[in-house]
């Protein structure tokens, strides 16, 4: 498999997981979203989902040493092995990123408002624009 293949299926894993996190919380306020009770979990849920983006920084750092493992790799025998350690490496990363959205889905049924929902789920976004993979490694 040449490196610009395993970037398109790294690139279209990426979308695809992206899509898996926002459509709970899409799917749940589409059909829950309409009958909102200010609940007593809102707040609590909330800061949880915020609080929960924390859990991306170790994610973080063990995928920016992956990417620098899989850089020295290029053009060596070791550059399949590291891709595939990349790989792993984002995929538990891009779990963590989407908390935050995963939360804010539990939250409609606590009632939380539309624009809490928004934030936490733009925060997912942000965290998985930073598993985007590096243009250094094309």
Known sequence: MTRSEVRRRLALTWWWQLGLTLAPL???NLLFGEDRQVG???MPLFIVGLASMFVSLPLFHAYKHAVIATGKA???PAEPAAWLALAARRRLA???A???AWIAAIAVFAGLEAIP???LALSSVVLFYLYRTPRQLG
């Open 40 to 42: 007593v979990l809102t």
């Open 117 to 119: 929902l928004i934030l």
């Open 26 to 28: 899409f799917v749940l």
């Open 94 to 96: 891009l779990l963590g």
């Open 98 to 100: 989407g908390l935050p």
């Open 74 to 76: 290029l053009d060596s």
